[in-house]
């Protein structure tokens, strides 16, 4: 099954504001949206913003998740060195009827 | 802060079985959809199965197809995966996962002879 597409790096500066971005289709990302993901280096995944774009308790406000279309973006305020992370989206497909994740953006902090 | 605490994970030879659980606080299990995903050392993300909140629909990605079966048990607030003739290939950190809520720390499976 076909899967989200993201770019596989983006940098951005300190205390600036990086977008990235996850394409899909109708039968996922076009459908209900997305899910967005932090993942640090030798660390379990954790949850930034669920489909309905909202964020679970604790997650800072500087996270902001939307939709338009088949594409689904996050947006990360005030860049903080602790940012570097992997970033992953995902969404339920379905004509795959499973969950479908991107290959993942590496955001580095300049 | 949601709490999800899987075990089972283990070495095991290719062909074997092993079992995974999981465990859920802080949030009322019974009412969310749960999956496993998994990742292979140095990979991305994979959905390996889903269940319904009362158990009556299960969904598996196609690799995983007859080997593994999914289940939960809402009085324990808990959720499992049996794996059954394993490969190789299924080598990876399992999650258990919602995907409204958040995600365990996860436990490692390595197939390996």
């Known amino acids: 099954q076909a899967g989200l597409t993201q770019p596989p790096s983006v940098s951005e500066d300190l205390r600036q504001t990086a977008t990235l971005i996850c394409t899909g289709n109708s039968n996922n990302v076009g459908d209900r949206g997305a899910v967005w993901l932090q993942q640090h280096q030798g660390h379990p995944p954790k949850l930034l913003s669920n489909?309905?774009?909202n964020r679970p308790s604790g997650i800072s406000e500087r996270f902001s998740a939307s939709r338009s279309g088949n594409t689904a973006s996050l947006t990360i305020t005030g860049l903080q060195p602790e940012d570097e992370a992997d970033y992953y989206c995902?969404?339920?497909?379905?004509?795959?009827?499973?969950?479908?994740f991107g290959g993942g953006t590496k955001l580095t902090v300049l | 802060e949601v709490q999800l605490v899987e075990s089972g994970g283990d070495v095991v030879q290719p062909g074997g079985s092993l079992r995974l659980s999981c465990v859920a606080s802080?949030?009322?299990?019974?009412?969310?959809?749960m999956n496993w995903v998994r990742q292979a050392p140095g990979k991305g993300l994979e959905w390996v199965a889903n269940?319904?909140?009362?158990?009556?629909?299960?969904y598996y990605v196609d690799s995983v197809k007859g080997r593994f079966t999914i289940s939960r048990d809402n009085a324990k607030n808990s959720l499992y995966l049996q794996m059954n003739s394993l490969r190789v290939e299924d080598t990876a950190v399992y999650y258990c996962v919602s995907f409204d809520v958040g995600w365990g720390q996860g436990t490692q499976v390595v197939v390996s002879s």
């Open positions: 802080t949030f009322t299990f019974s009412n969310y959809w």
């Open positions: 489909r309905n774009n």
């Open positions: 995902s969404a339920w497909d379905t004509s795959f009827t499973g969950w479908v």
């Open positions: 269940i319904k909140r009362d158990g009556s629909e299960k």
